[in-house]
């Protein structure tokens, strides 16, 4: 009988300790989103951009990927993200779409342009860059022939 209300109160303790964790988890998310300004661009392919994805310069994360939907008329992938309140973009600013190694995960990468206006909530990067698909490129290097033409 002991030894059953141990592993009750155990069971128990574990439960509470779980609870908490998960709440501690749930409020950091929330409270690590970045303050700061929304920017949209618009790309050909945007694969692997998703909600969450990091927004980086220099590959130093300074926002994030808020929504990434279809534009019905061209349709472009919409993306709009965050970008830090303290990091101000000049309106000849670029951005890709880059992969974090060989096979990691995708986010966007920015390059800061040399304009002298800024911009601000809301506006449209113009230059955009679209994901480039390895699977093909290793595919057409794997599957060509070699074999010169008479």
């Keep these: 009988m002991k030894k059953n209300y141990f592993e009750t109160i155990l069971g128990a303790a574990i439960l509470v300790v779980a609870v908490l964790w998960i709440g501690y988890v749930k409020h950091e998310v929330q409270t690590n989103k970045f303050q700061g300004y929304t920017l949209v661009a618009k790309f050909d392919k945007a694969n692997g951009i998703q909600k969450g994805s990091d927004v980086r310069i220099s590959g130093i994360k300074v926002g994030e990927v808020t929504s990434a939907t279809i534009d019905n008329n061209n349709y472009l992938a919409i993306v709009k993200f965050t970008v830090d309140k303290n990091i101000k973009l000049p309106t000849d600013t670029s951005i890709m779409v880059s992969t ?51």
């Design 100 to 150: 974090n190694g060989f096979f990691g995960s995708k986010h966007l990468a920015v390059t800061p342009g040399g304009s002298d206006e800024f911009l601000s909530d809301g506006d449209e990067v113009i230059y955009t860059q679209g994901s480039i698909n390895l699977e093909s490129i290793i595919g057409k290097l794997l599957f060509s022939t070699g074999k010169k033409e008479k």
